[in-house]
């Protein structure tokens, strides 16, 4: 096998692996690469038809990109919904997600038989035109401070980091009487937290200000 085959052996498998990714960022840029390799590979040994194949899948793959890149912080693409802590919406998202979750969010609080959370005393989906793609908890523990139990992202747009849209707008905890949130991130999400507002405080405990009114 020389470096031509190997080189079109990889774009092959970088489509395939591809179709593997539950993340629609990381389903992108993969496919991307494959494509734009295996496009190289046909223009190469003069299979055409393979070429135009796979050029037109670069390109289709570049433009979701590009929106889905544009989208990641855009406000007019995510709307944030409260909801009842008991909510029998919510409370099937989570049981849907449970598993997830359980992985993903081992501190988030336990949930009844129905799937609805017994801790949290405000809870907001975050959606995406008709989806549901992220949910905050947060629980009262008074003076003002409100911890969040959970934000769990659906492993679709787990990249998009969606829940920073609850963040941004304040007045939904301001309006509950919180004057600061709090947090307590594990290593793989403190990029997050900090990217959202949340900062260590001596204890270890990651703090964000409510802005006032």
Not at 52 to 74: F, K, P, Q, S
Not at 116 to 132: C, K, M, N, Q
Request: some cysteine; proline content about 5%.
């Amino acid at each position: 096998m020389n470096w031509l085959e190997v080189f079109g052996w990889i774009g092959s498998v970088l489509v395939v692996v591809s179709l593997m990714q539950a993340r629609v960022l990381r389903f992108r840029w993969m496919n991307l690469a494959g494509a734009a390799i295996a496009t190289a590979y046909n223009v190469a040994i003069g299979i055409w038809p393979f070429a135009a194949m796979n050029a037109a899948i670069t390109l289709i793959d570049v433009y979701w990109l590009a929106r889905l890149l544009r989208e990641r912080h855009d406000e007019a693409t995510y709307e944030v919904v409260e909801v009842a802590p008991d909510d029998a919406y919510l409370g099937r998202v989570l049981a849907v997600h449970a598993a997830d979750i359980a992985k993903f969010e081992p501190g988030a609080p336990a949930s009844g038989r129905d799937g609805a959370p017994r801790a949290a005393s405000a809870a907001f989906l975050v959606v995406r035109g008709d989806e549901t793609v992220g949910v905050v908890q947060v629980r009262d523990e008074g003076a003002g401070t409100g911890r969040v139990l959970m934000d769990y992202v659906t492993p679709r747009f787990r990249d998009c980091t969606p829940g920073e849209f609850v963040y941004r707008r304040s007045g939904v905890f301001r309006d509950r009487g919180f004057s600061r949130l709090v947090v307590d991130p594990v290593p793989t999400n403190r990029d997050y937290f900090s990217r959202v507002g949340f900062a260590p405080e001596a204890d270890g405990t990651w703090v964000r200000e409510v802005a006032a009114a």
